[in-house]
């Protein structure tokens, strides 16, 4: 009977464990279920790899290196959160409450940790992974990394001005990295799977969208060349005290851009280092007024019109009045008998109006046009400039004359850079590049060397015309640059002075821009080098200041590019009569 | 049962079907029915048991091999850490900075003047020009004022008064690593890690 | 009850309606043998669900601290394969012999407790409560368990015609249980106290004791045991987090927590065998206290109840052949070892289920270890022999034998195989 009472009991007993289990697997697993899951899931991302930007050998200007994240799982950091935040805070030099809060991430009060929160995002992988060590050799866990890949500039500062960089977020900010964004971003995956105890379930719910990797983007820059042109150009900014500077080189035949610097420029690896004024390119942005170097478009205008010829000879005055406005030369002369070699090599301003009172101003403006001055070249930087050319109905008679010799209008560096690399190129205008190949933008334009345009502006005759008269610039005892001269070859160029207007008086205030533009050799031009410094503060003049940057980075482009002297007579053209 | 029977076994006499079914209804015995089942069942069991037992080590195999893919991926992730390590040494090398810097130590100087020697004919072409010190380049920047990063406000954090006889013990959870013994709280420049 | 759903014969013309269902239930559990194959079978339906589950529990463990998944499922094939040449022994062994043995097999118990808590201890999860033995641990407890069932059903065997007294009820069965509870509560094993303590308690219910003395013992026993889990702030953590795992998922709740969790995930045919999610680490334990967890998770709803019913059949038949036992010391030992597993599978079953506290009590014949395997499959082997015993089965059994023996020759000559 006993025995009976106790079956009977057992069998309540497991009619009550049934009766649970029904209850817990048969009608409500859903609720808790879903917890079980929830409890089990991780889901993080698969961060695509960033594209590389190369220079025109593949030699990598940005590339992703594989850095880190560092994330916690905050059911297992949880109870020792506040010592893993130190050492993280600590080694990671983040904000200690920060990591606090991630520590200790939750779906909301009361519910179950979520098992993935960041602790930090691209941190340089042996970095990371010191850290990661610190915090298990403490004997906390819960806390591990990922691939997260982290923008590297292995050349710091060379070409960041033209690169850009990316913000904390990894979003681009400026320059090559955020027009091109599309291309070099890809595509992020993600991946999301069961873990137990900090194992992977393989038989549990796995799913994973592999990232799609950017393309990378390559330049026609040389990042040697942009090296020693930004080094060179650093160097003669500090010493004359300038405010900026820049200088390009052009692959003449081509027009490729082998090389655009800036200064000051910035280290790319830490752009927040750097004022915001400094990060873009000022080659691009910048706009003033040219100066002599705008001579040679207006003189192989001329030539180019039948108007002139290099030995076309000119009775220079000492001065050249204008309504109440009087025309001088920099330097100081009596009645001198100049050809129109020789105003270009002396750099004769009153010359160089006379000269161009045979042109009508649609002429001028038609020549200066098609130089593209006022045009933007499009090579696939944001915030490229027009610059500012006068329509010829508003000329009066000062414009032209202004105009004439690179006062009254404004251009940024590369506009002057292409203008005369088309005097080189035997009178065609090559649209630049800095995009090798061809890559489309943000907004949708297509760029680069392959979609490069070409129209003539003047014939190769006056086109070779110019050169010789440029070749009397550098030439020793003719011209106003003989410094930028190179032993053994022929070197075209020009130099230019240019009064600048100042910000806040809205008038020439002594400030200068000085320029050097020119090509080599001069019969066979190989590249074109312009260089122009803004506002030196040692009386710098174009001659004295940018030629020699224009001479070191031609000889620089010359060697490296083994370009042999073309051996010919170098031109002797009269300046004088 | 009764398609078991199989006709070329059994001699059909023509004339006589009625007495085949007779005879076939006749020929099963009751009582035999029973004596199959334990076994099949028995058998059916053990299949039974077989394939859970199977499938039980197929997913205990699966787990191995998740073991074998994490240690395997976790040897990649090294080795890929090491590659980039050295890739990233080789970039340090190869900086323009670097060789410029390297060369600059060893006494040289861009040569002012570019000249080629053709080595067939031993020609030479441009004005061979010796280097002079004056051909020297800063290579490295003017010092600079202070960036930006020195000048920022510290950010403030109000702390409850810690509880006696704990305070001591902050500096040391970090182990030696954390010789730079700033302490956590109120760091801020967060740049560097981001 | 699955092991008569499938009656063994059936006769032509049967009524196939509820009642005649039930009736013939009722003729076949009714039968002498029935006992005797429902044990049987459920044993070893539990011993393969539990080697099965043990594999499928412990692999990521034993592949994650042994570098070997088959780890403790090999070991606990090995328990099982020593485990069943003693359960074979135990079914044949004679009554005389088995009550000789009890009183040593008490005493060797009592010593091992004993040298516990001396240099041959080991503790595991804070509990002191295992010795070991060169490769092995072993935990005294289970086998003293066991021992004292034997030993309480001897004395009282003996003394059938002096229970009216309190004093022969009482010496010198209650000082040697209490020594032996006693022991084991030094080691600080709480459940283990609890089961020898739910045994005793359940002999003096099977011998008659009057039921106010029950009232007064289980009062006494709260009181104690509400004392002893007060003392220790992790016992308290366990206990008190029982009722809602959930409330500190975090600590105390964990264990329970994940339990429930897995169990849910399960539904109602679970996961499929293997695919446990839990058992990859949250759930501590899984292949000794909370396998019961893993099996809900991985079998479901169907796996669970299959679970219970078949520890209902053992309880069933165990209690049956009691019942049938015209000796005393059969029913009084038979009683305790259905108590003594019986109280084993509710307490683990209703701490997984978190209608219990944790304690670390592991699921009869299911659960990882050796040391509880052993004494367990052994006092099912002498139920089994029991029952064999019983004198109508032992009838049934030799007719059967006969029975066979004709079959035999009849197969052999006149019956062609194919209609066999």
Redesign the interface.
């Known amino acids: 009977m006993r025995l009976r009472v106790g079956l009977i009991v057992i069998a309540m007993v497991l009619s009550v464990f049934g009766v649970r289990l029904v209850q817990l697997q048969g009608l409500d697993p859903k609720a808790y279920a879903a917890r079980a899951d929830a409890a089990g899931l991780v889901k993080l991302p698969l961060p695509a790899t960033r594209g590389e930007i190369t220079d025109r050998n593949g030699v990598p200007l940005a590339e992703s290196v594989s850095g880190l994240m560092i994330f916690a799982d905050p059911q297992r950091t949880r109870p020792n959160a506040e010592k893993i935040a130190r050492i993280l805070a600590n080694r990671l030099e983040l904000d200690y409450f920060d990591v606090l809060d991630a520590l200790r991430k939750s779906n909301g009060a009361g519910k179950p940790d979520l098992r993935f929160a960041y602790v930090a995002r691209r941190v340089p992988e042996a970095t990371a992974l010191a850290a990661v060590a610190a915090v298990k050799k403490a004997g906390f866990q819960g806390v591990d990394t990922r691939p997260d890949p982290v923008r590297f500039y292995p050349a710091k500062d060379v070409g960041a001005n033209l690169l850009g960089f990316l913000g904390a977020d990894g979003k681009p900010l400026a320059g090559l990295e955020m027009m091109f964004e599309k291309q070099l971003a890809g595509k992020d995956g993600s991946e999301s799977y069961e873990v137990g105890g900090g194992n992977r379930i393989p038989l549990g719910e796995n799913t994973e969208v592999k990232p799609v990797n950017g393309k990378d983007l390559t330049l026609t820059i040389d990042r040697d060349v942009q090296f020693y042109a930004q080094r060179v150009l650093r160097t003669t900014v500090q010493n004359s005290r300038a405010e900026s500077g820049a200088a390009i080189a052009i692959d003449t035949k081509t027009g490729d851009i082998l090389a655009l610097a800036d200064y000051p420029s910035y280290d790319a690896n830490d752009a927040g280092a750097a004022p915001k004024a400094d990060r873009g390119s000022r080659a691009l942005s910048n706009v003033y007024e040219p100066g002599s170097v705008e001579k040679v478009l207006t003189t192989s205008a001329l030539i180019d019109a039948g108007k002139v010829t290099p030995r076309t000879r000119i009775r220079v005055p000492a001065n050249l009045p204008i309504g109440s406005d009087v025309i001088n030369d920099y330097f100081e002369h009596s009645l001198i008998k100049l050809t129109l070699a020789g105003v270009i090599a002396k750099s004769s301003n009153i010359g160089t109006v006379l000269a161009t009172r045979q042109f009508k101003p649609e002429q001028l403006w038609g020549y200066l046009d098609k130089f593209g001055l006022g045009h933007r070249a499009g090579i696939g930087l944001a915030g490229e400039t027009r610059g500012l050319l006068p329509k010829p109905a508003d000329w009066t008679e000062l414009t032209q004359a202004t105009i004439s010799f690179g006062q009254g209008l404004s251009v940024n560096a590369l506009q002057m850079a292409t203008a005369i690399n088309a005097v080189a190129n035997g009178g065609e205008l090559i649209s630049p590049s800095l995009i090798k190949g061809r890559a489309t933008t943000g907004s949708g334009v297509e760029v680069g060397s392959d979609v490069a345009t070409r129209h003539r502006v003047i014939s190769p005759q006056a086109a070779s015309a110019a050169a010789k008269m440029m070749e009397m610039v550098v030439t020793q005892g003719a011209g106003t640059a003989p410094g930028a001269g190179i032993p053994g070859y022929r070197v075209a160029g020009k130099t230019g002075t240019a009064q600048q207007v100042g910000k806040t008086c809205k008038c020439y205030d002594g400030s200068l821009a000085v320029s050097f533009a020119g090509f080599a050799p001069a019969d066979d031009p190989r590249f074109t080098v312009y260089v122009v410094i803004q506002k030196p503060k040692n009386g710098g003049s174009g001659g004295g200041t940018a030629g020699p940057v224009f001479r070191k980075v031609m000889s620089y482009l010359l060697q490296k590019y083994a370009v042999p002297p073309t051996n010919t007579p170098p031109a002797a053209l009269p300046v004088e009569w | 049962m009764s398609s ?1 029977v199989n006709p070329g076994r059994v001699r059909v006499p023509r004339q006589a079907p009625s007495a085949i079914e007779r005879a076939r209804l006749a020929l ?2 009751t009582r ?1 029915v ?5 076994p099949f ?1 028995v058998l059916v069991a053990l299949l039974l ?1 077989a394939g ?2 199977g ?2 080590m ?10 074998y893919a ?1 240690s395997l991926q976790q040897r990649a ?1 090294a080795l ?2 090491k590659r ?2 050295l ?2 040494e080789v ?2 090398l ?4 670097q060789l ?1 810097a390297a060369g600059r130590k060893l006494g040289m100087v ?7 020697i053709d080595l067939r004919t031993g020609k030479i ?3 061979p ?1 010796p280097a002079t010190s004056e051909d020297t ?3 490295t ?2 010092p600079a004022g202070l ?3 020195f000048n920022k406000k510290p ?1 403030y ?1 109000k702390l409850p008064p810690p509880p006696a006889g704990n305070s001591v013990q ?1 500096q040391a ?3 030696p ?2 010789a ?1 013994g ?1 302490p ?2 109120g ?8 | 009850m699955s092991a008569t759903a499938h009656p063994g014969e059936r006769t032509f013309g049967e009524d196939a309606g509820i009642r005649g269902w039930v009736a013939t239930m009722r003729r076949h559990l009714d039968r002498p043998l029935t006992p005797y194959y429902l044990l049987l079978g459920a044993t070893a339906l539990l011993l393969a669900i539990g080697l099965v589950m043990v594999l499928s529990a412990s692999s990521v463990d034993g592949f994650e601290k042994h570098g070997n998944s088959y780890y403790w499922a090999l070991k606990q094939l090995m328990w099982v394969v020593v485990a069943f040449p003693c359960a074979w022994v135990a079914t044949k062994i004679p009554l005389r012999t088995l009550r000789f043995l009890a009183w040593p097999g008490l005493l060797v118990a009592v010593v091992m407790l004993a040298l516990t808590q001396t240099g041959l201890g080991v503790e595991v999860n804070g509990n002191k409560n295992w010795l070991g033995l060169g490769p092995f641990q072993v935990q005294p407890s289970e086998v003293a368990k066991f021992a004292m069932v034997l030993w309480c059903a001897d004395v009282y065997a003996r003394k059938d015609k002096l229970l009216g007294s309190w004093w022969h009820l009482m010496i010198p069965v209650i000082p040697v249980a209490g020594l032996i509870t006693g022991l084991v509560l030094v080691g600080g094993d709480l459940g283990t106290a609890l089961v020898m303590f739910a045994i005793t308690l359940g002999m003096l219910w099977v011998i008659g004791v009057p039921a106010r003395l029950f009232v007064g013992a289980v009062s006494l026993v709260s009181v104690a045991a509400l004392y002893l889990a007060a003392s220790s702030d992790e016992r308290l953590n366990r206990i008190t987090s029982f009722a809602d795992p959930f409330k500190d998922f975090q600590s105390s709740g964990w264990q329970a927590g994940h339990g429930i969790l897995g169990m849910a995930s399960g539904g109602l045919f679970g996961k499929g065998i293997g695919a446990s999610q839990q058992k990859w680490g949250n759930l501590p334990e899984a292949h000794t206290d909370f396998i019961f967890a893993v099996l809900g998770e991985e079998l479901g709803l169907a796996g669970t109840l299959l679970v219970l019913v078949l520890f209902l059949t053992i309880a069933y038949a165990g209690l049956r052949v009691a019942m049938q036992a015209e000796n005393l010391f059969v029913r009084y030992a038979t009683a305790g070892i259905v108590i003594w597993l019986t109280a084993h599978a509710i307490i683990n079953i209703g701490m997984v289920l978190a209608l219990l506290p944790v304690i670390g009590i592991p699921l009869p014949l299911v659960s990882y270890g050796g040391s509880s395997l052993v004494p367990e499959l052994v006092a099912l082997g002498l139920v089994i022999g029991f029952a064999r015993s019983e004198p109508n089965a032992a009838g049934e059994l030799r007719r059967r034998r006969s029975a066979r023996k004709t079959q035999r020759a009849v197969n052999a000559g006149a019956v062609p195989r194919r209609w066999s």
């Open positions: 078991l099963v015995p035999t029973r004596a199959p089942r334990a069942a048991g859970v037992v499938l039980l197929f997913n205990t195999h699966m787990q191995q091999a998740s073991f994490t992730d890929a850490a980039q390590a890739e990233m970039a340090r190869r900086d323009p900075q410029a861009v040569p002012p003047v570019p000249a080629f072409s441009g004005i020009t380049m800063r290579i920047s003017l960036p930006e990063e950010r954090i902050t959870d970090d182990g690593a954390s730079g700033t956590a709280g760091r801020n420049n967060s740049a560097t890690a981001r």
